[in-house]
């Protein structure tokens, strides 16, 4: 696959010149990439969510203990914090094309390594593969930044939007599968549970394989040699430009990880502290379900007012709706399904601002020489910063109380706003 991306590269120079010359080409090309990334999305999508579903239930069965339920998350997490450097580098180094369908295809081959684990019994094995299985994780995530490289500042925060919106037509799909797709292991002499991963070795294998055939020309090839042209003809622009953009990525990257970390905190605990006043399992999942709604739905109108509005508005308007979700999970009825409810939707609605606004700003604050490594690492900084607000929310909770986590996150969330105009300062884009 690298030897192919390598070809590639050779044999664009011929009319590599054409889509440097013309806007038209540019935006062609920018609407066709928005095209593949959404299907595969899709596919994606159905990936993450078939598996995650009941990689804790298969570990539990496996082990005969609830006391590892929490190993397949942190196995993904780290998993998926690994494959966003890795697909980063590759993305840099070989395109978009190259580093998102060696991405998905990794979370393929965990994805069918896990099956043959449940075959075989093999904790061993089931635990390596889970870790494989959180590239697809990552590349998911990475994919949002396809659309984004020829996408002129006005239109940034809508591609990242699309990816994220037709995300959810998988993910949805994915969980109301599992009990068709455990049906259907059975059938064929595998561990029902190991179903769903069945679903999400095809669906990440075909995410990877519409990426690499359909995603021609690479737009991050293209963008690259358009950059490459106007730093020779601008280069002393081009460096004090570079230079004063150091502090988007840091607002960029400090938006993510903070919503992210208070996103997931106040998520994991919910589930816990609505059973301790007497909710069940439906009313749990109702909960989660609008969250997670909250999280991606929004994402065409969170784009468009990114973009008419500006990052440094959506990013305030990012911890003032965390603010608002985690007082009213503190100060709120417990034992009322209305307050619930608002406060997830709006921790959701809050994680969309930021990961819509932080992210465009990342891309408004890199040039193609650096983007898609800066993209990747700041990616396993959110990953890592969902795992540690999901791991610290439960001792929290175990020392004080779902209400001081929900303050914390709140206050936490007001971090935001000194960081955003502190970068405004130097960045108009921002």
């Known amino acids: 696959m690298l030897q192919d991306s390598v070809k590639e590269l050779d044999a664009q120079s011929d009319w590599l010149q054409s889509y440097i010359s013309s806007s038209d080409k540019q935006q062609q090309l920018y609407k066709r990439t928005l095209f593949v990334v959404v299907i595969s999305q899709i596919f994606g999508g159905a990936g993450l969510a078939a598996g995650v579903t009941v990689g804790a239930l298969l570990a539990q069965d496996m082990l005969g203990t609830d006391s590892v339920a929490g190993i397949p998350t942190a196995l993904f997490t780290l998993g998926s914090a690994g494959a966003a450097l890795l697909v980063g580098r590759l993305s840099q180094r070989f395109g978009r094309r190259t580093g998102l369908a060696v991405g998905f295809l990794a979370g393929g081959i965990g994805a069918i390594g896990v099956v043959i684990s449940a075959l075989m019994n093999s904790i061993l094995l089931l635990f390596i593969s889970l870790?494989?299985?959180?590239?697809g994780t990552a590349t998911n995530l990475q994919a949002r930044y396809a659309g984004t490289d020829l996408a002129n500042s006005t239109q940034r925060a809508k591609a990242v939007s699309m990816a994220m919106v037709f995300t959810t037509f998988g993910a949805v799909a994915g969980p109301n599968l599992v009990g068709v797709m455990g049906e259907v292991a059975k059938s064929i002499g595998i561990p029902a549970l190991a179903g769903p991963f069945i679903l999400a070795a095809v669906a990440y294998i075909l995410a990877g394989l519409v990426l690499f055939i359909l995603l021609r020309p690479d737009p991050f090839i293209v963008a690259k040699a358009i950059s490459d042209t106007?730093?020779?003809?601008s280069s002393k622009l081009f460096i004090e430009e570079n230079t004063i953009n150091k502090r988007g990525i840091f607002a960029g990257a400090t938006i993510m990880v903070l919503t992210q970390f208070v996103m997931m905190a106040i998520m994991t605990m919910t589930p816990i502290h609505m059973g301790h006043h007497g909710h069940g399992l439906s009313e749990v999942g109702l909960v989660i379900a609008l969250h997670v709604g909250a999280m991606f739905l929004p994402s065409l109108v969170t784009g468009y007012l990114v973009d008419k509005i500006g990052r440094t508005a959506m990013a305030i308007a990012s911890a003032v709706t965390l603010l608002a979700s985690g007082s009213l999970a503190s100060m709120g009825s417990a034992d009322s399904m209305e307050v619930l409810i608002t406060a997830l939707v709006l921790l959701g609605l809050g994680w969309n601002f930021g990961l819509i606004s932080g992210t465009t700003i990342i891309v408004d604050a890199t040039?193609?020489?650096?983007?898609?490594?800066?993209q990747g690492s700041v990616d396993v900084l959110i990953a890592l910063s969902g795992a540690l607000g999901g791991g610290l929310s439960g001792v929290v909770v175990a020392h004080f109380s779902y209400a001081a986590l929900s303050i914390a996150g709140a206050v936490l969330s007001l971090l935001l706003i000194?960081?955003?105009?502190?970068?405004?300062?130097?960045?108009?884009?921002?």
């Open 131 to 135: 870790f494989i299985y959180g590239a």
């Open 367 to 374: 040039s193609p020489a650096t983007r898609a490594k800066t």
């Open 418 to 430: 000194p960081v955003v105009i502190w970068a405004i300062n130097n960045q108009s884009k921002v």
């Open 230 to 233: 106007q730093r020779t003809t």
